[in-house]
């Protein structure tokens, strides 16, 4: 075991799998002499030459269906782009290429390929570098799409997506590369893809989350705890697709109030499916409507004390809650 | 009526007196064996065949969404794909029963793709545009135009990867070459020799709409030279024409994994899919006059008449035998069962069709 930053537990994903398949390759924009837009892959030019770890120019249509078309011959490529928010740029290999060849060819195919880098907003980089399109992604059938919030749980699920035969999109955030956490340093240790994690017990509410917002409901919770004397169990979904449902169903079961907070604006967020599934499956279990924390639903603003406002945070949180168990 | 027709027909005249006899005498077509010659004319007969048995199929509605026919292209499918060695591999895009016949896919399994039924290659759950044989070294039949070309890049980014002495045949229509993502490809191929050749089939039309009208710059090959590529253009017509210029690229891309543009002109007969009333953009005229002096099949035909390996009988009984596979693929395919609902979410995810080698917990399906 380690402190290590989120950013560190990637980028040891990284180096222990680059270490044990010859057929994992890190391609993308300045990931190589540069050591990555944000550092995630500093050092793993030095250590795996220039063959394993590729600066690609800018072309993300370019190099990521060249990256889908080479893992169609075992190729395992670890795809970065600097923001997620790049993803529209490379659309039709994304979801049409990588997400349907296996379909189209009956089975004959698949595309072991690693799409990551950071899907955030709250760093002020305007409407069309904040992104957060896991609801997008995970609209697919075909795709995998993980979003994690801690360093170890990071580590794990990249290694598991790495190793994972089908399409896996991992989204990180720039704002949680820095936040540290115990993380193992065992290079068999895998954190299976679709197991959700309860970062928090409690009795009164369940707050169903993902990504940098189980940070701000975890805060939240601290004061409804101390201040309001509401017990709130947070439950982390760390992956979307697949999704552990049996985890949220069983908290819902046990609080039977409900708050999805989610950094996504709000039509056909992920947070949209998660309450059809959630009043579909287990209405008699619900004392009340199910309440969502929601991005406010604009492009992303860049004035700095604003975008604060407009995503959630521990406040913002903190005012749904007690909605919710009004 | 497109200009093309006009200065093809004066140029490619002249350059085919002049290269015709020049490709037979190419080693890589004089070293064939008369069996070997027959059996790329018997190719292009069985594609022609084939897809006049499967125009027919849709016109008695056994066949959905679209079909676009090869007919008038054969000679560069199975000139470009007789000559694959093992470690060569091959993408189209949606007119691809061409390709898919010249690797050496089962025409009955063809069939019955188009047919939908789950005998068919994909099971049925592709069509007409999305065959596949990775056994036979083939990954498809794209629809999106210019989505399969950063696919093939990738395919030769692999061979390279793995130290493979083979190349990637990238193909695309005339239409393609202007789709940002297969600039992109072109970039990365060049930057980092790839052994892919970009193969432009240049029928004269993206669906109605001519080269002339589409294409800015003075030629779709030559727009490589941006890029620092070798390129060059061929006379899709003549078969030999087709192996001796596509031979010298794929030798260049196997041993010195160097890139390539081949700008091929060929012709289709019928329209873009069969849902194009084919009467807006083109004369009767002018394709007419491609099937009168420039059918590939007939063109091939002569030739071998004239080297005394194809007789009239020879000839007879590969059309006889051609028209009857397709009528027995057209057999199969009509008594064989369509795929079930329940096959409806197969083949979606690896994990799901490969149960216990699953890691992943949760639901993947949201029903």
Redesign the interface.
């Known amino acids: 075991m380690a402190v290590l930053t989120y950013r560190e537990a990637i980028r040891a994903a990284l180096s222990e799998e680059l270490t044990r398949d010859e057929n994992v390759?890190l391609l993308g924009e300045e990931v190589a002499n540069f050591h990555g837009a944000y550092k995630v892959s500093e050092g793993l030019l030095e250590k795996f030459g220039p063959?394993r770890i590729v600066d690609?120019?800018i072309?993300e249509?370019?190099?990521?269906?060249?990256?889908?078309?080479?893992?169609?011959?075992?190729?395992r490529p670890v795809m970065e782009l600097m923001f997620w928010s790049f993803y529209s740029v490379a659309f039709?290999?994304i979801l049409?290429?990588a997400a349907n060849?296996?379909?189209?060819?009956?089975?004959?195919?698949?595309c072991?390929i690693v799409i990551r880098g950071p899907a955030n907003g709250g760093t002020n980089v305007g409407a069309t570098h904040s992104h957060t399109p896991e609801n997008v992604l995970a609209n697919h059938?075909?795709v995998?799409v993980i979003v994690p919030s801690t360093a170890a749980d990071a580590k794990g699920l990249l290694k598991?997506a790495i190793?994972?035969?089908?399409p896996c999109f991992f989204l990180e955030n720039t704002i949680l590369y820095g936040e540290k956490g115990e993380v193992s340093d065992d290079p068999e240790l895998?954190i299976?893809?679709?197991?959700?994690d309860v970062k928090r017990q409690g009795t009164d509410l369940t707050i169903v989350t993902y990504g940098r917002s189980v940070l701000h409901s975890l805060a939240a919770a601290d004061i409804l705890e101390k201040e309001h004397d509401v017990s709130v169990e947070v439950v982390d979904l760390r992956?979307i697709?697949?999704?552990?449902?049996?985890t949220v169903l069983a908290s819902v079961k046990k609080t039977h109030r409900v708050l999805i907070v989610e950094e996504q604006k709000p039509f056909a967020s992920v947070g949209s499916?998660l309450a059809y599934?959630i009043q579909r499956e287990a209405f008699d279990e619900l004392d009340g409507p199910i309440h969502r924390l929601a991005t406010i639903d604009a492009p992303a603003i860049y004035s700095p004390p604003v975008e604060t406002e407009q995503l959630p945070n521990p406040q913002r949180v903190l005012k749904a809650a007690l909605a919710a168990v009004a | 009526m497109s200009k093309k027709a006009d200065s093809t027909i004066d140029k490619k005249d002249a350059s085919s007196a002049s290269v015709c006899g020049a490709s037979a005498q190419a080693p890589i077509n004089a070293n064939l064996s008369k069996p070997e010659k027959i059996e790329l004319y018997r190719k292009m007969v069985r594609i022609r065949r084939f897809e006049e048995r499967s125009l027919r199929a849709y016109q008695a509605k056994k066949i959905g969404g679209f079909l676009h026919l090869y007919i008038g292209q054969e000679a560069v499918a199975v000139g470009c794909c007789s000559l694959m060695g093992k470690d060569d591999h091959v993408i189209t895009a949606y007119r691809d029963h061409g390709h898919a016949m010249a690797v050496g896919m089962d025409t009955k399994a063809l069939m019955a793709e188009l047919y939908g039924k789950i005998t068919g290659c994909s099971k049925g759950k592709g069509g007409s545009m999305h065959y596949f044989a990775p056994s036979l070294n083939y990954w498809g039949g794209h629809g999106i135009v210019g989505g399969q070309i950063p696919l093939g890049t990738g395919l030769a980014y692999a061979l390279k990867y793995k130290g493979l002495k083979g190349a990637a045949m990238a193909f695309m229509g005339d239409g393609a070459v202007n789709q940002g993502a297969v600039h992109e490809a072109y970039n990365l191929a060049a930057l980092w020799n790839l052994p892919v050749i970009f193969v432009v089939e240049n029928n004269g039309y993206s669906m109605g709409t001519s080269q002339e009208r589409s294409s800015a710059g003075p030629g779709l090959a030559q727009r490589a030279e941006a890029y620092g590529m070798n390129w060059a253009t061929c006379f899709g017509h003549d078969l030999y024409e087709v192996r001796a210029t596509m031979d010298k690229f794929l030798k260049l891309a196997r041993e010195e994994s160097k890139p390539a543009v081949v700008e091929i002109d060929t012709y289709r007969y019928r329209g873009h899919s069969v849902a194009d009333p084919d009467k807006t953009y083109r004369t009767r005229d002018e394709i007419e006059e491609y099937r009168r002096t420039k059918d590939p099949i007939q063109v091939f035909q002569q030739k071998l008449i004239d080297e005394g390996v194809l007789t009239d009988a020879i000839i007879e009984q590969i059309d006889t035998e051609a028209k009857a596979e397709s009528d027995l693929a057209a057999d199969f395919a009509e008594a064989s069962p369509y795929p079930t609902p329940d096959d409806i979410q197969k083949d979606v995810y690896w994990e799901i069709d490969n149960p216990d080698q699953r890691t992943s917990k949760g639901r993947l399906f949201f029903d």
């Not at chain 1, 060849?101 to 698949?110: A, C, F, K, P």
């Not at chain 1, 190793?163 to 089908?166: E, I, L, V, Y």
């Open positions: 390759v063959k690609t120019p072309s249509a370019g190099f990521i269906g060249m990256g889908v078309g080479a893992s169609m011959l075992g190729i039709d290999q049409n290429n060849v296996r379909y189209m060819s009956g089975g004959l195919i698949n072991p059938p075909g995998k598991s190793r994972d035969n089908d895998l299976p893809l679709g197991l959700a992956t697709r697949p999704l552990d449902f049996d499916q599934m």
